[in-house]
């Protein structure tokens, strides 16, 4: 695997850390709200990476399905016609080994726990910020 550096992004507000390295981390985003679509990809793009959406489960699984790869899954519990639990199982029963890290507003536990159990890598609470974006490629990273 590449060894990746940190380098730094100004903001309007303040210096994120991006991720500095010669192969390019491609990120699907599975969510069905168009706010946090937008919230969602700008954080990932202020690190660097290059960013395709999905707005629900189906729809990644398709991209998979058609030969599209990506390192990074960040994805909905949540969605119209195939939530996240059940495009994770999918995902993983047809190998795919990407990081895939859920993205919720339910915080009670039994559900996050259901969540994991699906195959996910990690799991947060809505929204992204620079702080778990930052935790998230650090794992990436290390794997």
Known sequence: MEKMGFGNVTSTSKTIKTIDTEKKIFVLIVEDDLLIQKIHKVIMTKFGTEVQLA??????VDL???GASFDLILTDLEMPIMDGIEA?????????TS??????????DSEI???MKSGLNACYVKPLNVEK???VLNELKNN
């Open 55 to 60: 707005a629900n489960g189906k729809e990644a």
């Open 64 to 66: 998979f399905l058609s």
């Open 88 to 96: 994770t199982k999918q995902l993983r029963s047809m190998g795919v």
């Open 99 to 108: 990081m895939i890290v859920g993205v919720t507003s339910r915080d009670q």
């Open 113 to 115: 726990q259901a969540f």
């Open 133 to 135: 974006v930052t935790a």
